[in-house]
């Protein structure tokens, strides 16, 4: 192999090693972390009545500020973001430090494990 087919194929393996880390939590732990933490103020289904914050339902891949019938902040509806996981994993930790001006009243969760399994278990929340 040569030298740069070599970097090229760490580099890739670094990639999916990161990838891997991300999607690498419990489902069934992160639904716990999810009724610890975010319960109080978001529904996980696809249709009811939001409460404080917008539904979970298909937050994965969805453009931040963008569920209807929800009234975002500026700071949200303008924050160019897309849930993926990393980005979800930034904004989960930190959410003011990630959207300054969010109106989303939450220090964050420090423990990555507890943030790695509540992605995993908002990643099966789809249609």
Same mark, same amino acid.
């Given at each position: 192999?040569?030298?740069? $087919? &070599?970097?090229? !194929? @760490? &580099?890739?393996? $670094? &990639?999916?090693?990161?990838?891997?880390? @991300? #999607? #690498?939590?419990?489902?069934?732990?992160?639904?716990?972390?999810?009724?610890?933490?975010?319960?109080?103020?978001?529904?996980?289904?696809?249709?009811? !009545?939001?409460?404080?914050?917008?539904? &979970?339902?298909?937050?994965?891949?969805?453009?931040?500020?963008?569920? /209807?019938?929800?009234?975002?902040?500026? #700071?949200?509806? *303008?924050?160019?973001?897309?849930?993926? %996981? /990393?980005? @979800?994993?930034?904004?989960?930790?930190? %959410?003011? $430090?990630?959207? %300054?001006?969010?109106?989303? $009243?939450? #220090?964050?969760?420090?423990?990555?494990? /507890?943030?790695? *399994?509540?992605?995993?278990?908002?990643?099966? @929340?789809?249609?």
């Amino acid at each position: 192999m040569t030298r740069s $087919a &070599l970097a090229f !194929s @760490l &580099l890739v393996l $670094a &990639l999916f090693a990161g990838r891997s880390a @991300l #999607a #690498a939590g419990d489902a069934t732990e992160g639904e716990k972390v999810y009724k610890r933490y975010c319960s109080i103020c978001h529904i996980v289904t696809s249709t009811g !009545s939001p409460r404080q914050g917008p539904t &979970l339902f298909g937050v994965v891949g969805r453009k931040a500020g963008s569920v /209807e019938g929800y009234r975002y902040t500026a #700071a949200n509806k *303008n924050s160019g973001i897309t849930w993926t %996981p /990393e980005e @979800l994993d930034k904004y989960l930790t930190n %959410p003011r $430090a990630v959207v %300054p001006g969010t109106s989303m $009243a939450f #220090a964050g969760i420090k423990n990555a494990d /507890e943030r790695q *399994n509540l992605i995993a278990y908002l990643g099966t @929340l789809v249609k």
